[in-house]
């Protein structure tokens, strides 16, 4: 059976933290043929894609190295930890939760690793040992764990609001070469409505920009780069994923030593609420800051974010990697195709936010995006339909794309004033 430390043992100490209110009550569950209790946990149905993509690139990660111990330090119910000990097949899996109310739930939940043990033709010591439960603070987890150099391929830290106390920690427990998956809810943040607690928390001075749900994933993968720059490592995207309920940002990391943070994807994001311009800007053009729109300066006119991240989102390669392994597990198979647990709707949306991901990758995109409307409203015309726009910004050389954040936006290096020449030339009618 898995190695279950429950209160009392040791040197455990327990924190209490109160039962949180699930937002969805139902007691039992199902993600991908996986089912699980809830119990008085928080879970949220719609985070299985999130949950997906985890579990992808822990799979992908196994591949290439042949080895993946996760640590889940803010488990809730168990439900990654499950996934990730019997989709991903993790070589051992610790769940973490302070909640002590949820403690038996996980060892209910995560016995199911027993008959995967059981199906295995030889059955040895070490096959008993893939799974730990305990429940407590997740800073302490993560210190301790760097204290006695045992280190980690996968830290899952699923933490609410702006909490981001174990970023640091989490990259100091994870192997080199490892992965780091980051949560962060705090939409008012990323909007550039609570200045002060995304400068404590994020490192970044956060001005209200347009794009605000790019802004919220930029800030908290800033935040990871300064954290793992005081440790001499590096982290770089694999995915960034944005989902609207909550909001949640999520990002998964790759963490790797290097001494010197290399400040090219560390800037800043300018924007120009006159002409709708953004700009991405480095560390030595600070002094410089001005748009080159035609508009006369005037005192507010440009307002700058960060610094933050201002790199690709997601890593092509990985995402393609992903994506070929949840097409081999079936995850994403063409709309309409039923297996035993996965619904046509979670497969189509999987399967787009894949490719978007892959589409957001090209080089040559800068941070942020342009809703299509506004090119509409500031250039008085009836913009045409996204992908011939993106098409049309192909065919004049830029780099253009999907934003898996906004639906009705592109993402681009056309200038705001050729994005609105374009619309011009697009077949569109002239808005009186
Ligand atoms: C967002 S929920 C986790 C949901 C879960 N990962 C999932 O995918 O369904 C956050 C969990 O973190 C736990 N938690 C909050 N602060 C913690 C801390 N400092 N240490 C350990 N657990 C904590 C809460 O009890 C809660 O269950
Ligand atoms: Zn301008």
Same mark, same amino acid.
Request: net charge neutral; glycine share 10%.
């Given at each position: 059976m898995g190695y279950l430390q429950m209160g009392?043992? *040791?040197?455990f100490s327990a924190m209490a933290l109160p039962v949180p209110l699930a937002p969805v009550k139902m007691l039992i569950q199902e993600e991908r043929g996986v089912s699980f209790q809830v119990g008085p946990a928080f879970y949220r149905r719609q985070s299985s894609l999130a949950r997906d993509l985890g579990i992808l690139i822990a799979a992908v990660h196994r591949q290439q190295t042949g080895s993946l111990r996760v640590l889940d330090?803010?488990? *809730?119910?168990g439900v990654r930890a499950v996934r990730y000990l019997?989709?991903?097949?993790?070589d051992f899996v610790w769940a973490n939760d302070?909640?002590?109310?949820?403690t038996d739930l996980l060892a209910q939940n995560l016995s199911q690793g027993h008959s995967l043990d059981e199906k295995s033709e030889a059955v040895g010591?070490?096959?008993?040992?893939?799974w730990r439960i305990t429940r407590e603070d997740a800073h302490k987890v993560l210190l301790d764990c760097a204290l006695r150099k045992e280190y980690y391929d996968l830290i899952d830290v699923d933490s609410f609001?702006?909490?981001?106390?174990c970023v640091g920690p989490a990259i100091g427990a994870v192997k080199y070469g490892g992965l780091v998956y980051l949560t962060s809810t705090d939409g008012l943040c990323a909007g550039g409505r609570r200045r002060h607690n995304a400068l404590s928390s994020y490192g970044a001075f956060v001005n209200p920009m347009p794009f605000a749900n790019e802004i919220g994933l930029r800030m908290l993968i800033g935040c990871a780069v300064r954290e793992a720059a005081t440790r001499n490592m590096t982290v770089t995207p694999i995915f960034s994923n944005y989902a609207y309920h909550g909001p949640v940002f999520r990002t998964m990391l790759r963490v790797e030593s290097r001494?010197?943070?290399?400040?090219k994807d560390y800037g800043f994001i300018v924007y120009c609420k006159r002409c709708g311009q953004s700009q991405d800007i480095q560390f030595e053009d600070l002094g410089d800051?001005?748009?080159?729109?035609?508009y006369p300066k005037e005192k507010g006119s440009v307002v700058v974010t960060g610094p933050l991240w201002i790199g690709p989102l997601h890593d092509r390669n990985q995402v393609e990697g992903m994506t070929e392994l949840a097409r081999e597990w079936g995850w994403?198979?063409?709309?309409?195709a039923r297996s035993i647990s996965n619904s046509p709707v979670d497969m189509h949306i999987l399967k787009e936010l894949l490719e978007v991901m892959v589409d957001e990758s090209q080089p040559g995109l800068p941070s942020g995006y342009v809703r299509m409307d506004q090119i509409g409203k500031r250039g008085k015309v009836r913009v045409p339909r996204r992908k011939d726009f993106i098409d049309r910004l192909q065919q004049e050389g830029y780099a253009a794309s999907r934003s898996h954040i906004e639906p009705r936006a592109v993402k681009t290096n056309c200038p705001m004033d050729q994005c609105i020449e374009l619309g011009y030339g697009s077949r569109s009618i002239v808005i009186q």
């Amino acid at each position: 059976m898995g190695y279950l430390q429950m209160g009392g043992i *040791g040197t455990f100490s327990a924190m209490a933290l109160p039962v949180p209110l699930a937002p969805v009550k139902m007691l039992i569950q199902e993600e991908r043929g996986v089912s699980f209790q809830v119990g008085p946990a928080f879970y949220r149905r719609q985070s299985s894609l999130a949950r997906d993509l985890g579990i992808l690139i822990a799979a992908v990660h196994r591949q290439q190295t042949g080895s993946l111990r996760v640590l889940d330090v803010m488990s *809730g119910c168990g439900v990654r930890a499950v996934r990730y000990l019997l989709q991903a097949r993790a070589d051992f899996v610790w769940a973490n939760d302070a909640c002590n109310q949820l403690t038996d739930l996980l060892a209910q939940n995560l016995s199911q690793g027993h008959s995967l043990d059981e199906k295995s033709e030889a059955v040895g010591e070490e096959d008993f040992e893939r799974w730990r439960i305990t429940r407590e603070d997740a800073h302490k987890v993560l210190l301790d764990c760097a204290l006695r150099k045992e280190y980690y391929d996968l830290i899952d830290v699923d933490s609410f609001g702006s909490d981001t106390l174990c970023v640091g920690p989490a990259i100091g427990a994870v192997k080199y070469g490892g992965l780091v998956y980051l949560t962060s809810t705090d939409g008012l943040c990323a909007g550039g409505r609570r200045r002060h607690n995304a400068l404590s928390s994020y490192g970044a001075f956060v001005n209200p920009m347009p794009f605000a749900n790019e802004i919220g994933l930029r800030m908290l993968i800033g935040c990871a780069v300064r954290e793992a720059a005081t440790r001499n490592m590096t982290v770089t995207p694999i995915f960034s994923n944005y989902a609207y309920h909550g909001p949640v940002f999520r990002t998964m990391l790759r963490v790797e030593s290097r001494k010197r943070l290399v400040n090219k994807d560390y800037g800043f994001i300018v924007y120009c609420k006159r002409c709708g311009q953004s700009q991405d800007i480095q560390f030595e053009d600070l002094g410089d800051i001005a748009c080159c729109c035609a508009y006369p300066k005037e005192k507010g006119s440009v307002v700058v974010t960060g610094p933050l991240w201002i790199g690709p989102l997601h890593d092509r390669n990985q995402v393609e990697g992903m994506t070929e392994l949840a097409r081999e597990w079936g995850w994403i198979n063409s709309v309409g195709a039923r297996s035993i647990s996965n619904s046509p709707v979670d497969m189509h949306i999987l399967k787009e936010l894949l490719e978007v991901m892959v589409d957001e990758s090209q080089p040559g995109l800068p941070s942020g995006y342009v809703r299509m409307d506004q090119i509409g409203k500031r250039g008085k015309v009836r913009v045409p339909r996204r992908k011939d726009f993106i098409d049309r910004l192909q065919q004049e050389g830029y780099a253009a794309s999907r934003s898996h954040i906004e639906p009705r936006a592109v993402k681009t290096n056309c200038p705001m004033d050729q994005c609105i020449e374009l619309g011009y030339g697009s077949r569109s009618i002239v808005i009186q």
